[in-house]
């Protein structure tokens, strides 16, 4: 049977790795903005035993004729594949490998983590507005849930809704993304999205989600329901034009015009238990 982490790599379908210990037990989600249904989306994701990441394609590049999807899959086919062959490399490096192989056209927001389970640590590469979120099983006594975030990533704009990005002829590169080195241990749990969830849906929800769905064990049994259930919720708020969302709250503080509502996008989270 052939190992579902390394034949959903780079899949643009819902998926769940599953493995034995010192690994992170992961399940993924894809929604697609429903105008671009037909093509699975402009996001792009990678799962390996201890790595995951995301993409978001720009979508700007439709005004030039140019399927950035295109780009957003062949970026996280490479950093499978550069994974894969150098696994003793940094997210960065690895992420550096994959940009500069390359051929298709676009650009795209990213962000990687990798585990190393002998030394109980999470080492992450971000550049953009796709971003993760690190949970403990502890109770939180802001909320009362099982839950504490330990960590929420920042994201990175030039400006409002303009986030850093690599690809065709682009002014950053994967250096200029953020990298951080988190201690973690057994049970940890990582949400890692594109800005189609963080736009959408506020992390108190996604506490929320969690704490109901691994409940006062700790242990997440089926961390794909638990992507699928944020997914839905992100896709829900983006079609509500009377929520109040954090890309609304953003705008308001912003020097940009003020904007009202969910925002819909393409919607990708995966979602990953330290094991």
Request: negative net charge.
């Amino acid at each position: 049977m052939r190992d579902p982490a390394r034949f959903f790599g780079y899949s643009n379908y819902p998926t769940t790795a599953l493995h034995s210990y010192g690994f992170l037990k992961s399940g993924a989600t894809v929604k697609p903005h429903p105008e671009k249904e037909y093509k699975g989306g402009e996001d792009s994701l990678a799962i390996r035993e201890n790595m995951i990441s995301v993409a978001d394609g720009v979508g700007g590049w439709i005004n030039k004729g140019v399927d950035v999807a295109k780009y957003s899959k062949q970026l996280m086919r490479l950093i499978a594949e550069a994974y894969d062959e150098y696994p003793d490399l940094t997210p960065k490096e690895i992420l550096t490998k994959a940009h500069y192989n390359t051929t298709e056209i676009g650009s795209s927001t990213v962000v990687m983590a990798i585990l190393d389970p002998n030394e109980e640590k999470l080492a992450t590469t971000l550049l953009g507005d796709s971003s993760y979120m690190i949970l403990r099983h502890a109770k939180n006594p802001l909320n009362g849930t099982n839950w504490q975030k330990l960590y929420r990533s920042d994201e990175q704009q030039h400006y409002f809704n303009c986030p850093y990005q690599i690809g065709t002829n682009n002014r950053n590169h994967p250096y200029d993304g953020v990298d951080e080195l988190h201690s973690v241990k057994h049970n940890d749990i990582i949400i890692m999205a594109t800005d189609g969830v963080w736009d959408n849906v506020f992390d108190n929800e996604i506490e929320g989600v969690i704490s109901k769905i691994a409940g006062e064990s700790g242990s997440l049994e089926d961390p794909q329901n638990a992507s699928k259930e944020i997914a839905d919720i992100a896709f829900e708020h983006s079609k509500d034009e009377s929520f109040r969302s954090p890309f609304q709250v953003n705008s308001e503080v912003s020097d940009k015009e003020t904007y009202y509502g969910g925002k819909m996008d393409d919607i990708t989270v995966i979602v990953s238990q330290v094991k």
